[in-house]
């Protein structure tokens, strides 16, 4: 059974996936052909996947997803304004899929996990792992049409939009995540 906190942070991932699979989905159908277009697309695939997993996995642990009025990206988009170009998209994209992979290591990581949430966990976070392969590459290219300096100083603009969203989901769900991610730890080593 899932306990209320863990569905709504089951329930966020969910949603935030969704996000990701609609935002990549768009670019996919208007970006020029090429190989970013190849790479964003089998990107949308993904997310979708993994939007699909999250869904299976709560349905699997007996609840229904929550619905969520505000999911990370929106925040990301509202901290750093809207990307501008391909670059940009690719930039903050970077910085979502660094972030992302993060969060779902150390809920990996959690004691006394449920084996449902784990295998979710790990059948998308190899995914991921290609996602922040392929961008990375990407970006690399468009040092040659926008400049290393111009691809570096805007990776560092999304970076600090990052912290400063995390900052503020953290003080906002701070406490259900904390609870989620360490309180199985809690019980194992006592209380710190
Ligand atoms: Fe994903
Ligand atoms: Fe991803």
Not at 40 to 48: G, I, L, P, R, Y
Not at 71 to 89: H, K, L, R, S, T
């Amino acid at each position: 059974m899932l306990s209320e906190n863990e569905l709504w942070l089951l329930s966020f991932y969910r949603s935030s996936e969704i996000s990701g699979a609609l935002f990549f989905g768009k670019l996919a159908q208007s970006i020029k052909s090429g190989p970013i277009q190849h790479d964003m697309t089998k990107h949308f695939a993904d997310e979708s996947t993994h939007a699909w997993y999250w869904t299976q996995c709560i349905d699997r642990l007996g609840a229904k997803p929550l619905k969520l009025r505000q999911v990370y990206q929106d925040q990301y988009i509202a901290a750093a304004g809207m990307p501008a170009n391909i670059m940009e998209v690719l930039a903050i994209t970077q910085v979502f899929e660094l972030r992302v992979i993060s969060q779902y290591s150390v809920h990996s990581q959690a004691q006394g996990l449920d084996p449902v949430i784990r295998d979710t966990l790990h059948r998308i976070m190899e995914d991921e792992k290609w996602h922040i392969e392929w961008i990375r590459d990407a970006l690399h290219e468009m040092e040659n049409q926008h400049g290393k300096d111009l691809v570096e100083k805007t990776i560092r603009k999304f970076k600090e939009a990052d912290r400063e969203v995390y900052s503020h989901t953290m003080s906002e769900h701070g406490e259900r995540i904390k609870e989620i991610l360490y309180a199985n730890e809690r019980l194992v080593n006592g209380p710190k």
